[in-house]
């Protein structure tokens, strides 16, 4: 399974765009991108995956460069109901993947 | 809506007694997962199953086993409770069809006194 190294921590203000970027240097052809959002007290909930390029939803976009060893997650105007664990995945889809979470890193938004 | 449902949201054992966590979920996924959840540690996964009676380890098994008779039900098993596994524990289950989300339980604070 591919590493994941994103930043620990990340602080903002209410109204800014964040990026929080992941580093994923020995992915493999098969991978996806994966990212989830984890408010305390709560299981992590799925926010948007991808494979190349950009994917947009309704709650973020990702960002996926051509050589896929990193990918942005970005919040556009984010607000204190923002402030949660982010943790970025890479792994094949389907059976046997055994999603691996690591340690996410921690976004505070102030006003 | 997919639900996945953990038996408990708080539990307190004492030290050695055998404690089942369950895990039930709606969506006939064939993946289940069991994760801990320590302050500083994010998510650790205990155990994988990927269809009935199938299992495999995480990255912290130790201390740990699981049962899954059933596709819809996953079981983490705690032989001999000890104060280190005091924890949050997570159970999510995912299908092997499409993008492959993952749906989590509410979680079972357990603690071992």
């Known amino acids: 399974l591919a590493k994941t190294t994103q930043p620990i921590s990340m602080d903002s203000y209410e109204g800014q765009e964040v990026n929080i970027t992941c580093s994923h240097n020995n992915i493999a052809t098969n991978d996806y991108i994966t990212w989830y959002q984890q408010f305390p007290s709560q299981g992590p909930r799925f926010i948007i995956q991808g494979y190349k390029t950009k994917v947009t939803n309704e709650v973020a976009s990702l960002f996926i460069p051509a050589d896929r060893k990193s990918s942005t997650l970005s919040l556009p105007r984010v607000s204190l109901s923002d402030t949660a664990v982010y943790y970025c995945l890479v792994g094949d889809q389907g059976g046997g993947n055994k999603l691996t979470f690591g340690t996410g890193t921690q976004l505070k938004v102030e006003l | 809506d997919v639900k996945v449902t953990q038996s408990s949201r708080y539990l307190v054992k004492r030290t050695g007694e055998k404690v089942f966590l369950e895990c039930v979920q709606d969506m006939d996924h064939e993946n289940m997962f069991w994760y801990r959840q320590d302050p500083g540690l994010g998510l650790r996964l205990i155990y994988f199953?990927?269809?009935?009676?199938?299992?495999e380890k995480g990255d912290i098994p130790e201390g740990y086993s699981v049962s899954r008779e059933k596709k819809e039900r996953f079981s983490l098993i705690l032989e001999s409770a000890s104060t280190n596994q005091t924890s949050m524990y997570l159970c999510?289950?995912?299908?092997?069809?499409?993008?492959?989300?993952?749906?989590f339980g509410q979680g079972t604070r357990l603690t071992v006194v």
């Open positions: 999510a289950s995912s299908s092997i069809v499409g993008i492959a989300e993952a749906f």
């Open positions: 199953s990927y269809d009935v009676k199938m299992k």
